[in-house]
Structure formats: structure tokens, C-alpha cells
């Protein structure tokens, strides 16, 4: 059964993780009575990203503060979370994006507590699955790598050091990022962002060629176990990576629908 509560942690939880991109990368940041902004701003071009935490009685009220806030900004391109499903950007230049569920596991231990790392396994097909926490420079840009181009990440691409994780974000002490290796050849990662409250999964990925041999799974019981089993875990899901979500204990706590704008608004329009 769906909890509003559950829902509004998942929430907060993005928020503060694009909170603590912004503070790593040094991008201005917008919070309102039902929205968490962040002005993306590696290039002229990139998506400035907004998430709606709280459900809102008027959605124009909430039309209007984003663009606004879209003038401030000089906002070209954008995507929003809305869990509450409720906005039409059409107006903006947005284009609605299939929905996706937002998903929590309750506080549970996965039976692998005491465990030290970094976690071994043995590979389906034959080899080494090693997951260890991120602790240093090199570490982090192998598994920004796997992200950029397992996630994949189009905007990112070609992948440059520090661009999508930046070093500082291991200075965020909500912020942990784990890599998978296969035979010691980086294969999986994800970041983790504790706010306190719940712990968020962002950005799980495998590369294509180590894909079908646990790395995903094997990635994601390393970090719940690691970080704060006793509190709730917090994930949106792409329709991927959905099947192993439920199968570690992951349920719907809503449904959240994506708008996106690909170009500004003098150009989107057709």
C-alpha cells in the first residue's frame, strides 16, 4: 500500500541529493513550498533539474514559480520529477515523458550485516565480483565512468574526469559512491545520498559488457547494507532496473511523471 510518507521521504531524498550536486559543483539552487530547483550549469546547454516534493492543491500556482524561476535562470533546457502527475508544461515546451515508479524498501538487513569490505562474489559465467565503497580520486573516476556510459549518460559522453562527479562530492557526508569490479576491471557503480531520514539509490549502472553477470545486484546489496540498513532505501525506477528492485524488497509508492525540454522555449516550440 502506497504511503504518503514513504513517498514524501523519496522526495526529499532527490532533493537533497541534486542539493549536494549543486553544492560540489557550485550551481545556484531554488527551494519552494513544493519544488527543489537546481540551475545546472556545466555548459549553456545543460538541463537545469526541478523535483516537486509535496503534493499542491493549484498546479498553476506551481506552473507560474517555475517559469518565473525559469526567467530568472534563462532557462533553456529542463527536466522535472512530478510524483504528483498533475502539471502541464506543454506550455513551457515540454514534452511529457513515460512514468516511472518511485520505489522504497523498508528498514531491513539483507543478511550480509558484519561483513567487511570490500563484498566478493563469484560471477555467473566464472570470475571475481568484488564491490568496495569509493574512497579516493582515481576510484571515483573509474566509477563515474561506468555511470556516464553504462547509465547511460548521453549528455555526459564523451566521458570527462569530473564532470558528471565531481572529487567533492566525497567530502558531502551524505554522499557514498561504490563500484563494482569484475576480475578487477571496473563493471557496476552507484552513488547513495543519506539525508538523515532515507537513504537514495541514484544512478545504479552496469556497462554493456559485463551486463547478465550479477554486477547490478551485487552493487546495489553492498550499498544497502552499508549505508543505514535501519532507515528506509529510496529509488525511482527505469523500467530496467525494476525487476531487481522488487526482488530486494523494493515496492511502489507512486508514480512519477518526467517532462522534459530539450532546447529553450524559442526554439522547442514547433
Known sequence: MNDPRRLEQANDNAAAFWLGQARAHGWQTHVGDALTAVRCARTPDDQHRVLITRSYAEPRLVE???????TVWSTGCFTLEDPYGSLDLTGLGAVRMPVMPVMVREPGSLGRDGRALPYVWDAPGGGSLTVDEVVDGDALADAEHVVVDGFPQPARQPWKRGEAVPPRLLHDRGCRVWLGRLDGTPAGACLTYDDGRATGVYW???????????????VMETALTAVRPDRPATLVATAAGEPLYRRLGFTDQGRTCWWTRTAPADRAQP
Open 64 to 70: 507560474a514559480e517555475l517559469a518565473d524561476l525559469m
Open 204 to 218: 545504479l549502472a552496469t556497462l554493456p559488457s559485463a551486463r547478465g553477470r550479477g554486477v547490478a545486484r551485487a
